[in-house]
């Protein structure tokens, strides 16, 4: 297996090179999918409902990319008589295999230090969240790794992460900062996703969470660390282009909705757009902040009440479900999926990768989905494609296979998207193509 940012695979060779000349020539294909997925917009973007099971799959299907953008989706016969190959093109075979566009990560953790494994048999011995965090474990201790960490460890962290993603398919993500909960150490946090962005193959999405949970020194003064995040984070991170997104964990004992409002209303006064952690443990009215609001996305939703899934259904909000993060709680209930997608609410899937649910694996998010939440292979699929695009904003460039977008494929070991929650607990990857180029190749 190799990882590479520059491809290396197999070349062909022409006779004669003449005889492939073609004015639209192309510097790699991949040919003979057993099942191509499009998941092409003209189906709608984002999927709803019944549309989420509609992959738009092509049979014997083709790809042809120019620089780092598709251009051409079809069948193989189509390809090579529109887009005949000579001696520099880069050819790849994907007979018996499934290819689709690589995964999107829209709600992610990954700038953080330490690790907290010794967490796990407190939960084993029934504690919950709430309870680990009040004897000073859970994001309180990560809070105190990563202010002590230098930005240098926290990008080496992150890549290696970032690393991890891509040997699975990922090809971008979105992640936020959370773990400093101080001014300069969410800057530090937000400066190491900017650099991460810059040097490694998978794009990255920053969004500000300085409002993950309350600081131990602001312990029993909640309201003046809002005042904080509003008067001092906010503006000083929007001055430096840090973030995209402002998130708020609006949960009960964390931040109220009220808190949450002022938090998201002050993020987009400074042009940052507004999206809410809501209804993880309780039901706190979340799904009806974040609908009137007009929240990008919303994460967990596990307890939404049903006037609040309602407003979600009647809104532009992506419903980003995290079904990793109550399988590492032990919890009972995952979000209601199927009445969700009944009530035409847009679906997106997210890892929700931090200290406490350590999966890099997008793939065994899909296979979560289907067997605790009851989503079928191909409504996951969609919410970890193009759903997911849409709850970044970037359902225009990524999430589908169409041409003149981003040219971001995975090509599986696998004959079709049914084999993906099927076969669970290994790496189906065959390659991962990154911007046109092949970044992770294990054949």
Known sequence: MSVRSTPTPERIKRKDPNRFHHPHQVDLIILHANELVTLDSKYGVPRVGKGMKNLATIQDGAVAISDNSIVFIGTTEELITKFPPNEETIIIDATNKLVTPGFIDPHTHIIFDGSRENELEMKLAGMTYIEILESGGGILKTIKATRKAPLTKLIKNGRTILNRMMEYGTTTIETKSGYGLDTESEIKSLLAAKELNLKHPIDIVSTFLGAHAVPPEYEGKTDEYVE?????????????????????????????????????????????????????????????????????????????????????????????????????????????????????????????LNPNCWTESMQMIIALACYHMKMSPAEALTAATINAACAIGRQQEIGSLEVGKKADINIFNIPNHNFLPYQFGVNLISKVIKSGKVVVDFE
């Open 228 to 352: 904080q995040i509003v008067s001092e984070m906010i503006p000083r991170i929007a001055k430096g282009e840090l973030a995209e997104f402002c998130d708020v964990f609006c949960e009960e004992g964390i931040f109220s909705t009220e808190q949450t409002k002022k938090i998201l209303l002050t993020a987009i006064k400074y042009g940052i757009k507004p999206q809410i952690h809501i209804d993880e443990i309780v039901d706190s009215n979340g799904a009806l902040l974040a609908a009137e609001l007009n929240a990008v996305q919303v994460g967990h939703v596990l307890k939404s009440n049903d006037d609040g899934l309602v407003a979600l259904s009647k809104s532009e909000t992506i419903a980003t479900l995290l079904p990793g993060t109550p399988f590492c709680l032990m919890l009972k209930d995952y979000a209601p999926a199927r009445k969700m997608i009944e009530m035409g609410i847009p679906i997106a899937l997210a890892t929700d």
